[in-house]
C-alpha cells in the first residue's frame, strides 16, 4: 500500500504585485523527509481585491519607515487599521508594490518595496530598509508584524486555494436581427425592434475568475 505523501508547509519569503499579477518566492518544507525547497512563481492569474487592500496597507508603514512628509499623518491609533478617505487621499501618490521577509525569531522583520508618483507625473521608487517587527527604534512593529501576517495569507490563498480576482473583457455585439426575431428574449414590434438595431452596441462583462 502506497504511504501518504508528506505535504510541505509552505512559507512566503517575497511577494510582488505588478499589472494585477503576483510573482512570489516561497519555501516548501517538508520536516518529516527533513529538506526544503525554495520556488520562484510567476502567476497569470488576475489578484484577488482582498490582497490589493492588504498591500495597500503597508503604505502608511513606506511612509513612516522611509521618513516622507506624511509620516505625521499617522500614529499608533491609526497605522495598521483601515484608512478614512481623508487619509487615502493625502497618501494616494504612494502604492506598495512588494515585500521581502529577513531574519528570523527576534531578528524576524521585512523590506518594503513601493513607488510615489511625483507632480510631473514620473515615478520615484521608494524602499524602505529592513525593518525588525521588535526593533526599539520603529514605534509600529507589532502592527506591522500584523499587516505582514495579513498580506502572507493573501498571496498564500492566491497560490495555494485559488483565490484570484475577475478578470474583466468587453465584448461589443451587434444587436441588428432579422425583422420577425425576438430581442433579448421578448417580442417587440417592428418598431420597437427597428429602434433597438440603430441604438449603440451593447457590451457585455463575461467573467473569467472568481473567488
Same mark, same amino acid.
Given at each position: #500500500?502506497?504511504?501518504?505523501?508528506?505535504?510541505?508547509? &509552505?512559507?512566503?519569503? +517575497?511577494?510582488?504585485?505588478?499589472?494585477?499579477?503576483?510573482?512570489?518566492? %516561497?519555501?516548501? &518544507?517538508?520536516?518529516?523527509?527533513?529538506?526544503?525547497?525554495?520556488?520562484?512563481?510567476?502567476?497569470?492569474?488576475?489578484?484577488?481585491?482582498? #490582497?490589493?487592500?492588504?498591500? $495597500?496597507?503597508?503604505?502608511?508603514?513606506?511612509?513612516?519607515?522611509?521618513?516622507? /512628509?506624511? $509620516?505625521?499623518? %499617522? &500614529?499608533?491609533?491609526? *497605522?495598521?487599521?483601515?484608512?478614512?478617505?481623508?487619509?487615502?487621499?493625502?497618501?494616494? /501618490?504612494?502604492?506598495?508594490?512588494?515585500?521581502?521577509?529577513?531574519?528570523?525569531?527576534?531578528?524576524?522583520?521585512? $523590506?518594503? *518595496?513601493?513607488?510615489?508618483?511625483?507632480?510631473?507625473?514620473?515615478?520615484? &521608487?521608494?524602499?524602505?530598509?529592513?525593518?525588525? !517587527?521588535?526593533?526599539?527604534?520603529?514605534?509600529?512593529? $507589532?502592527?506591522?508584524?500584523?499587516?505582514?501576517?495579513?498580506?502572507?495569507?493573501?498571496?498564500?490563498?492566491?497560490? !495555494?486555494?485559488?483565490?484570484?480576482?475577475?478578470?474583466?473583457?468587453?465584448?461589443? !455585439?451587434?444587436?441588428?436581427?432579422?425583422?420577425?426575431?425576438?430581442?433579448?428574449?421578448?417580442? #417587440?414590434?417592428?418598431?420597437?425592434?427597428?429602434?433597438?438595431?440603430?441604438?449603440? +452596441?451593447?457590451?457585455?462583462?463575461? !467573467?473569467?475568475?472568481? /473567488?
Amino acid at each position: #500500500m502506497e504511504e501518504n505523501k508528506e505535504l510541505p508547509q &509552505n512559507t512566503i519569503q +517575497k511577494a510582488t504585485v505588478k499589472n494585477d499579477r503576483c510573482a512570489v518566492s %516561497f519555501k516548501e &518544507n517538508y520536516r518529516d523527509a527533513n529538506y526544503t525547497n525554495k520556488v520562484d512563481k510567476e502567476c497569470d492569474q488576475i489578484i484577488h481585491n482582498d #490582497m490589493r487592500i492588504a498591500f $495597500s496597507m503597508l503604505v502608511p508603514f513606506l511612509i513612516t519607515i522611509t521618513e516622507q /512628509a506624511e $509620516s505625521g499623518l %499617522f &500614529n499608533s491609533g491609526n *497605522i495598521g487599521e483601515d484608512l478614512n478617505e481623508e487619509l487615502q487621499e493625502k497618501i494616494a /501618490a504612494y502604492s506598495v508594490t512588494g515585500y521581502v521577509h529577513g531574519g528570523t525569531d527576534e531578528s524576524a522583520g521585512v $523590506s518594503i *518595496i513601493g513607488q510615489k508618483l511625483l507632480k510631473t507625473g514620473q515615478v520615484l &521608487n521608494v524602499i524602505a530598509p529592513f525593518t525588525k !517587527f521588535e526593533d526599539e527604534n520603529y514605534p509600529y512593529g $507589532s502592527e506591522l508584524l500584523q499587516v505582514i501576517e495579513r498580506c502572507d495569507y493573501e498571496v498564500a490563498e492566491y497560490l !495555494f486555494n485559488g483565490k484570484f480576482g475577475i478578470k474583466q473583457a468587453q465584448l461589443d !455585439f451587434d444587436t441588428d436581427a432579422p425583422a420577425d426575431a425576438d430581442i433579448d428574449g421578448v417580442s #417587440m414590434p417592428a418598431e420597437k425592434k427597428r429602434k433597438k438595431r440603430a441604438s449603440k +452596441k451593447e457590451k457585455a462583462v463575461v !467573467f473569467d475568475n472568481f /473567488a
